[in-house]
């Protein structure tokens, strides 16, 4: 049995203070605030008890990826998110010929668990833009055919809970479609899409934006088809300001999104409609370098961030960061963070019963955090972790 009181809590519905825990089994069993601590309770004065952080988008950490051949691999990457504050994720997959895919999807699926960590797998790619590639590599990047749509929902094996793709592609709708049958959220990501083709593929099922303003983004007065000249065109993220439908992600690191735009995005649809991500590669808690994975050469700098070539290649950082940023970069209230980080991951992929929130019933999933925002102490199941140094 786990007994532990902190000086507040967020929950994240309500911010309380004096707060006592307890938890069996690996759930709460009680919480209740304004009390004085037990005497048998672990005791955190001048720290905030939040839930562990639910992360949709993690390629990998501590220099190792979630397409990797070795389970030790991949368990090393999960365990640097736990330690870091993250206590339920998707691993994701990026684009790599079909086979590869299958391959990976297929190593994973029994690795999902829905008390976590890893709570499902998110598919980015290969069915993107080539104009909006990022860090994929264009030649993996293809049409969602039929075979190909089914080959990774059979692979999988009921494990996919984000897709991400362009819908702008050809049978893309279709796909659409198929992949939200099969239990996946759908999204689009790394896409030109127009507002209107947002809007057939939102009848198809899309209901989700990867990374809003993060290879999303039209160029300049683009040429309208359907006009028959050039116009301005609101595309992924004008789209997303005014179709409730849709709900997104930011990757809050200070680098992929300016805060400022971070943060009204946040005021204008809510915090109910967005969720932080990491986008945290291999690359995540290895020192400044050179660094090769998945056939990306990229560099990882003194400031905490990677580049290849001259763009960002994903991010270096775990979720705590973006937490960080939306508070001291972004403006946000802490209490709007960590919805942004907990509770609204956790309603999209549908495992708000028990993760993203603290109170009776809920996975004892917790994250201490100290005035700074640093890590204190992480419990999965009501165990206690071993936190990262660098948190």
Request: aromatic residues 4%; glycine residues 10%; proline residues 7%.
């Amino acid at each position: 049995m786990l007994s532990l009181w902190a000086s507040r809590a967020i929950t994240p519905d309500e911010v309380l203070a004096r707060v006592s825990l307890r938890a069996e089994a690996g759930r709460i069993v009680e919480l209740v605030s304004d009390v004085d601590p037990h005497p048998d309770a672990e005791k955190f004065p001048d720290v905030t008890l939040v839930p562990g952080l639910v992360d949709l988008q993690v390629n990998g950490g501590d220099g190792a990826a979630y397409d990797a051949a070795d389970p030790e691999k991949r368990a090393r990457a999960t365990h640097f998110h736990l330690r870091s504050g993250t206590t339920s994720l998707l691993a994701t997959v990026v684009s790599a010929t079909l086979d590869q895919l299958e391959a990976s999807l297929a190593r994973l699926a029994p690795e999902v668990d829905s008390s976590g960590p890893v709570v499902g797998l998110h598919l980015e790619g290969p069915f993107l833009a080539e104009a909006k590639a990022g860090a994929h590599e264009r030649r993996f990047l293809c049409d969602p055919t039929p075979e190909a749509v089914e080959r990774l929902i059979a692979s999988a094996r009921g494990t996919l809970r984000l897709v991400t793709l362009a819908p702008e592609r050809r049978g893309a709708l279709d796909a659409i479609r198929r992949f939200a049958e099969a239990g996946a959220v759908v999204a689009a990501g790394h896409s030109l899409a127009s507002s209107g083709e947002l809007r057939r593929a939102i009848e198809h099922g899309l209901s989700f934006i990867t990374h809003v303003g993060n290879a999303s983004d039209w160029p300049s007065r683009p040429f309208d088809p359907e006009a028959g000249f050039r116009r301005s065109e609101p595309g992924m993220v004008g789209t997303f300001l005014f179709e409730p439908r849709l709900r997104g992600s930011l990757i809050l690191d200070g680098l992929h999104l300016h805060p400022e735009l971070a943060r009204a995005l946040v005021e204008l649809r809510g915090a109910e409609s967005m969720a932080l991500v990491s986008d945290a590669t291999p690359a995540a808690g290895l020192p400044p370098g050179h660094y090769t994975w998945g056939g990306l050469d990229a560099v990882i700098h003194p400031g905490g961030y990677a580049t290849a070539g001259e763009g960002l290649a994903g991010s270096v950082n775990p979720l705590i960061q973006g937490v960080r940023t939306a508070v001291g970069g972004a403006g946000l209230a802490l209490p709007v963070a960590i919805r942004l980080a907990t509770a609204t991951p956790a309603e999209i992929i549908g495992v708000a019963g028990r993760k993203g929130r603290l109170g009776p019933g809920h996975d004892a999933d917790l994250l201490l955090l100290g005035p700074d925002l640093s890590v204190r102490a992480v419990y999965r199941a009501g165990e206690r972790v071993k936190t990262a140094p660098s948190t």
